[in-house]
């Protein structure tokens, strides 16, 4: 059975504009996605279809059955995660580890779990020795992180996560990185909105373009950057290692390498 | 080099903000009339600092301890106002909409707003408004709201109110960061062209494979500190010692870092943008043609 089954999602956010055109799309335990595509285009809405956040104008959106209009949000957010772009918008405790026991203390967990999920989702994004830091003296690569451990620690089945790259420098997008590989090794399931496509390259095995509130790609991460025309027309460039390859396809070369390693070893057996 | 060439000196500079721990320590460099000018590094290396310290903001607005000397079109950064430094150096900052005033309800009036600040007659502020918002492309938007144009208008539309100022120097501190591919491609050409035209410009960056296409010269900061400095291909090229500061170089150039011995190529070989590289490989593998 599906995870999240988005059915012929048409949304408004009133006055009449349409910021989804009929969406459909289904995603199954285990995945991680990469939902890409300009600002403007829809791909907030759509996310944010997925934890209830945002309900239908028309169509239905199923979290395993459960159509999300019947559901309140906050019982979503048990199964669906979602971390904000803006760390400010989600961040309300003085404390980090207040910040990230709060979920576990809401969902009226027993003190030792409450204090197991915060000590295990600290430890995991390497912000142990800050816990008694105010999130906003930390910088904004570990307040990201942050408000990453405030959902782990719910322990969700599906991490929706709104620009974790963006504002982010080199380290910041690698441990990030790591952490959603890790997240996805345990079994979760990761859906990332992003616009940095060596990151996508990383980590998402699917991605989903988002287009004028419609999707116009929907594939195997590998197969949507062999797509020149339609990432053209979304004004996307692949991994600049993919668009090497590509040129040197027609030496020999795979055109859908993406990262370093891959390439540097196409190219090695051929010198 | 002639000493009228170099529009931005930095001697020695060291700050700290108040109560804290050095963010610069002994920084020194030189940046010439018309140049790119990139600075790089891990974020909390001090860069925005050092854009900062460029227009007087630090140490004059920040306060803190402040040692050495920055020259900015031969005005000591100590010795003038913020407003008189801001007539020769404009400073664009990552998020365009903490430039904007919050008081102008059109994008004109928001060029309009910092040189009012400044005494501008009328006739000379429209001649301006014009200028500087067609040098940035948004010529037909005046009448918008500021806070309706996207994120790429915007940030040109923070570039605009800079440039109608007509500074003989633009910092910007990673001005991209925040803005979508479209956004930043916006922004990046826009850069491109003002530098094209004879600015000079300064930029905080972590798009190193857009800088490795356009930067004549770049700094890498980690930890308050130059790392080093040099032409962009002989900063770029230093793999090993980026990756330490957590920079990952192009990745192109990381390639052929991986392929060097192989390949032998010596890392002034290496290429550090997609061009370079595709004419390189095309070349290696030229016998090999399908």
Same mark, same amino acid.
């Given at each position: 059975?599906?995870?999240?089954?988005?059915?012929? $999602?048409?949304?408004?956010?009133?006055?009449?504009?349409?910021?989804?055109?009929?969406?459909?799309?289904?995603?199954?335990?285990?995945?991680?996605?990469?939902?890409?595509?300009?600002?403007?285009?829809?791909?907030?809405?759509?996310?944010?279809?997925?934890?209830?956040? #945002?309900?239908?104008?028309?169509?239905? $959106?199923?979290?395993?059955?459960?159509? =999300?209009?019947?559901?309140?949000?906050?019982?979503?957010?048990?199964?669906?995660?979602?971390?904000?772009?803006?760390?400010?918008?989600?961040?309300?405790?003085?404390? $980090?580890?207040?910040?990230?026991?709060?979920?576990?203390?809401?969902? &009226?967990?027993?003190?030792?779990?409450?204090?197991?999920?915060?000590?295990?989702?600290?430890?995991?994004?390497?912000?142990?020795?800050?816990?008694?830091?105010?999130?906003?003296?930390?910088?904004?690569?570990?307040?990201? #992180?942050?408000?990453?451990?405030?959902?782990?620690?719910?322990?969700?089945?599906?991490?929706?996560?709104?620009?974790? =790259?963006?504002?982010?420098?080199?380290?910041?997008?690698?441990?990030?990185?790591?952490?959603?590989?890790?997240?996805?090794?345990?079994?979760?399931?990761?859906?990332?909105?992003?616009?940095?496509?060596?990151?996508?390259?990383?980590?998402?095995?699917?991605?989903? #373009?988002?287009?004028?509130?419609?999707?116009?790609?929907?594939?195997?991460?590998?197969?949507?950057?062999?797509?020149?025309?339609?990432?053209?027309?979304?004004?996307?460039?692949?991994?600049?290692? =993919?668009?090497?390859?590509?040129?040197?396809?027609?030496? &020999?070369?795979?055109?859908? #390498?993406? =990262? $370093?390693?891959?390439?540097?070893?196409?190219?090695?057996?051929?010198? | 080099?002639?000493?009228?060439?170099?529009?931005?000196?930095?001697?020695?500079?060291?700050?700290?903000?108040?109560?804290?721990?050095?963010?610069?320590?002994?920084?020194?460099?030189?940046?010439?009339?018309?140049?790119?000018?990139?600075?790089?590094?891990?974020?909390?290396?001090?860069?925005?600092?050092?854009?900062?310290?460029?227009?007087?903001?630090?140490?004059?607005?920040?306060?803190?301890?402040?040692?050495?000397?920055?020259?900015?079109?031969?005005?000591?950064?100590?010795?003038?106002?913020?407003?008189?430094?801001?007539?020769?150096?404009?400073?664009?900052?990552?998020?365009?909409?903490?430039?904007?005033?919050?008081?102008?309800?059109?994008?004109?009036?928001?060029?309009?707003?910092?040189?009012?600040?400044?005494?501008?007659?009328?006739?000379?502020?429209?001649?301006?408004?014009?200028?500087?918002?067609?040098?940035?492309?948004?010529?037909?938007?005046?009448?918008?709201?500021?806070?309706?144009?996207?994120?790429?208008?915007?940030?040109?539309?923070?570039?605009?109110?800079?440039?109608?100022?007509?500074?003989?120097?633009?910092?910007?501190?990673?001005?991209?960061?925040?803005?979508?591919?479209?956004?930043?491609?916006?922004?990046?050409?826009?850069?491109?062209?003002?530098?094209?035209?004879?600015?000079?410009?300064?930029?905080?960056?972590?798009?190193?494979?857009?800088?490795?296409?356009?930067?004549?010269?770049?700094?890498?900061?980690?930890?308050?500190?130059?790392?080093?400095?040099?032409?962009?291909?002989?900063?770029?090229?230093?793999?090993?010692?980026?990756?330490?500061?957590?920079?990952?170089?192009?990745?192109?150039?990381?390639?052929?870092?991986?392929?060097?011995?192989?390949?032998?190529?010596?890392?002034?070989?290496?290429?550090?943008?997609?061009?370079?590289?595709?004419?390189?490989?095309?070349?290696?593998?030229?016998?090999?043609?399908?």
């Amino acid at each position: 059975m599906s995870l999240i089954d988005v059915r012929d $999602v048409w949304y408004s956010y009133g006055g009449g504009v349409m910021a989804l055109n009929g969406v459909s799309l289904e995603i199954t335990p285990g995945e991680t996605i990469a939902l890409i595509g300009q600002n403007g285009g829809g791909k907030t809405t759509l996310a944010k279809q997925f934890n209830g956040l #945002l309900k239908p104008t028309r169509g239905q $959106v199923l979290v395993k059955g459960v159509d =999300t209009r019947n559901v309140p949000p906050n019982r979503l957010a048990l199964t669906v995660g979602y971390v904000f772009q803006n760390p400010s918008h989600q961040i309300f405790s003085s404390k $980090v580890w207040e910040e990230v026991a709060f979920g576990p203390k809401n969902a &009226g967990l027993r003190p030792d779990q409450i204090e197991e999920r915060t000590r295990w989702a600290i430890d995991a994004v390497r912000l142990s020795g800050f816990e008694l830091t105010h999130p906003y003296d930390l910088d904004y690569g570990k307040m990201k #992180l942050l408000t990453i451990a405030s959902i782990m620690s719910m322990k969700p089945e599906v991490y929706c996560l709104d620009e974790p =790259t963006t504002g982010q420098d080199h380290q910041g997008r690698r441990r990030v990185a790591e952490l959603i590989r890790s997240l996805n090794k345990n079994g979760a399931t990761v859906i990332a909105i992003t616009h940095d496509m060596k990151f996508v390259a990383e980590v998402a095995k699917r991605i989903v #373009l988002v287009a004028g509130g419609k999707i116009i790609a929907d594939g195997q991460t590998r197969d949507i950057f062999e797509k020149t025309e339609i990432l053209a027309e979304a004004q996307i460039r692949p991994p600049q290692i =993919t668009q090497l390859a590509r040129a040197l396809a027609d030496h &020999g070369v795979a055109p859908n #390498l993406m =990262t $370093v390693k891959e390439l540097a070893d196409s190219i090695a057996g051929m010198i | 080099m002639p000493s009228d060439d170099v529009t931005v000196e930095v001697d020695g500079l060291t700050y700290s903000y108040p109560g804290h721990v050095p963010v610069l320590q002994d920084i020194k460099f030189r940046v010439l009339k018309g140049e790119m000018f990139g600075i790089i590094g891990p974020n909390g290396a001090g860069k925005s600092t050092l854009c900062k310290a460029l227009n007087g903001l630090v140490p004059q607005f920040y306060g803190g301890t402040y040692g050495g000397t920055v020259t900015v079109a031969g005005m000591n950064t100590m010795k003038h106002t913020v407003a008189d430094l801001s007539l020769k150096v404009g400073l664009v900052f990552q998020e365009p909409t903490n430039q904007f005033s919050g008081v102008s309800t059109r994008v004109d009036e928001e060029v309009a707003f910092g040189m009012s600040m400044m005494g501008f007659q009328r006739e000379e502020m429209l001649r301006r408004i014009s200028d500087a918002l067609k040098e940035v492309g948004l010529e037909g938007l005046e009448e918008r709201s500021p806070f309706e144009l996207s994120g790429g208008q915007q940030q040109r539309l923070a570039i605009a109110t800079v440039l109608a100022v007509r500074p003989e120097v633009i910092v910007m501190d990673e001005p991209t960061a925040q803005l979508d591919p479209v956004g930043k491609t916006e922004v990046l050409e826009t850069m491109r062209a003002l530098n094209r035209e004879g600015y000079t410009i300064i930029v905080a960056e972590h798009e190193i494979e857009e800088l490795a296409t356009f930067a004549d010269r770049i700094i890498a900061l980690n930890e308050g500190r130059i790392l080093f400095e040099g032409p962009t291909r002989a900063v770029l090229t230093r793999i090993e010692e980026l990756k330490k500061i957590g920079v990952d170089p192009p990745s192109v150039t990381e390639l052929s870092h991986v392929l060097a011995q192989r390949a032998d190529l010596k890392p002034e070989a290496y290429p550090i943008t997609l061009d370079e590289a595709i004419a390189l490989y095309r070349d290696l593998l030229g016998g090999h043609a399908t």
